[in-house]
């Protein structure tokens, strides 16, 4: 898998020295400058501690099986496109050299609902999709706008971490639909 986040700090030279330094016990493979510059920390076959508890389709000990990739972001404001770009060609590079499929990659959010919120809603994850890069979104049955229709629809598309109903339906508007507010509705079943 990879695993994209923001940093949430000042910048990336902070972020560097925290992701670098062995009492913050947190790490990741890649960090990627707002000005695109790719500083990669841990080797690929390495573990990185980046993910923290948490489960994508059924999968648990993310930090085993991923490849963590940082951006300089504080996720209060959108991406640059330098970074952005220098991401689809690391993201091309890593998914070809791990036979990584698009619905592997994901948001730290994904994996962990209600504990983490990046990469946030200015990170744009259609781009992402139409290259081929993460997973396209695809509609479920809405016949029933039910709660229990919507988790068995979210757990489908990868969504199988423990979380209460308010907060899947948080987590998933955030990556699917982060303008969306409101009560469940035929839209958020297409994940």
């Known amino acids: 898998m990879v695993v994209i986040h923001y940093t949430a700090m000042r910048d990336a030279d902070s972020a560097l020295q925290r992701l670098c330094d062995p009492d913050a016990e947190v790490s990741a493979h890649y960090l990627i400058g707002a000005q695109g510059d790719v500083i990669q920390m841990v080797d690929e076959v390495a573990r990185a501690w980046h993910a923290g508890a948490g489960e994508w389709g059924g999968v648990d000990d993310i930090n085993s099986r991923s490849i963590g990739i940082e951006l300089d972001n504080r996720g209060n404001h959108p991406f640059s496109a ?87 339906l948080h987590t998933t508007r955030l990556r699917h639909a982060p303008w969306r507010t409101g009560a469940l509705s035929a839209a958020d079943f297409t994940l």
Do not use: C, N
């Open 82 to 168: 330098p970074q952005v770009e220098a991401l689809e060609v690391l993201l091309r590079g890593i998914m070809t050299r791990w036979d990584i499929r698009p619905d592997s990659v994901i948001g730290h959010s994904d994996m962990a609902p209600g504990r983490k919120t990046d990469p946030g809603p200015y990170f744009d994850w259609a781009r992402l999709e139409r290259q081929g890069l993460a997973a396209r979104r695809r509609a479920f049955d809405a016949s029933a706008v039910t709660e229990d229709a919507f988790v068995a629809a979210a757990q489908a598309a990868g969504y199988t971490a423990p979380s209460d109903f308010t907060t899947l």
